[in-house]
């Protein structure tokens, strides 16, 4: 998994009510603690702030590194959900890859 760094761009894997935020959003990191907790930003087209949230690794996933300045590749974001998921989810993942494998 991604270590997530100051700047990156990361994706909500949870929805987050209280600040009318859905799966699937993305924001940038502006603030890293020592408790491996973020600070993300997240934002409208018009670059207004619609919320700051203090969030944890298990609640995102990052998708753009701003260190290399690159999106991240889609079996690094899905192997960095994959290691929040317990054994028997990622059970189910193996066996819906390999059901879409065969299609």
Request: proline letters at 3%.
């Amino acid at each position: 998994m991604t270590q997530p760094e100051l700047f990156d761009v990361v994706e909500l894997l949870i929805d987050l009510p209280e600040f009318n935020l859905r799966a699937g959003v993305q924001g940038a990191i502006v603030e890293c603690y020592q408790d491996n907790n973020y600070e993300v930003e997240f934002s409208n087209s018009d670059g207004e702030i619609l919320a700051l949230c203090a969030l944890s690794t298990r609640q995102f996933v990052v998708v753009w590194s701003a260190k290399t300045k690159t999106w991240l590749p889609i079996s690094e974001r899905v192997a960095a959900i994959l290691n929040n998921l317990d054994s028997k989810r990622q059970e189910e993942v193996l066996d819906f890859a390999r059901f879409l494998y065969h299609k």
